[in-house]
C-alpha cells in the first residue's frame, strides 16, 4: 500500500523560510515523478513544483512560474523522500501542500495525471 507523508509546515513570517518534506512508502519510487501542490482557501489545488527522473542518476526539476527562483524541490531515493526549500515565503503562498507521485511520466503539472497524494501540510505566511 503507497502511503505519503508530509512534514515540516508551520507558519513563518513573511520573508521566511521553511522546507517541506514527504516520505513514500509501499514501493520504490525512484523512477517515478514526485511532486508538490498547494491548495489555498477557495482556491483549487496547483501544481508548485515536481522532480522527474531523466535517466541513470540525473533529475530533472519543473517550477510554476508563481515560485521560481524561491523554491527548490530535490529528493533522497534512498530514504523515498522529497523536499520543497521555500524561501523568500510571501502571505501568497499561505495554503495547504500536498506531496504526490506518479509513474505516468514527466513534466507533469495537472493533478489528475499523479496517482498517490498525500494528507497535506499547512503553510502560512504572515505579513
Known amino acids: 500500500q503507497v502511503q505519503l507523508v508530509e512534514s515540516g509546515g508551520g507558519s513563518v513570517q513573511a520573508g521566511g523560510s521553511l522546507r517541506v518534506s514527504c516520505a513514500a512508502s509501499g514501493r520504490t519510487f525512484s523512477r517515478y515523478t514526485m511532486g508538490w501542490f498547494r491548495q489555498a482557501p477557495g482556491k483549487e489545488r496547483e501544481f508548485v513544483a515536481a522532480?522527474?527522473?531523466?535517466?541513470?542518476?540525473?533529475?530533472?526539476?519543473d517550477y510554476a512560474d508563481s515560485v521560481k527562483g524561491r523554491f527548490a524541490i530535490s529528493r533522497e531515493n534512498g530514504k523515498n523522500t522529497v523536499y520543497l526549500q521555500m524561501n523568500s515565503l510571501n502571505p501568497d503562498d499561505t495554503a495547504v501542500y500536498y506531496c504526490?507521485?506518479?509513474?505516468?511520466?514527466?513534466?507533469?503539472?495537472?493533478?489528475?495525471?499523479?496517482?498517490?497524494w498525500g494528507q497535506g501540510t499547512q503553510v502560512i505566511v504572515s505579513s
Open positions: 522532480i522527474s527522473w531523466s535517466g541513470g542518476s540525473t533529475f530533472n526539476a
Open positions: 504526490a507521485v506518479t509513474s505516468r511520466g514527466s513534466w507533469l503539472r495537472l493533478v489528475r495525471e499523479y496517482d498517490y
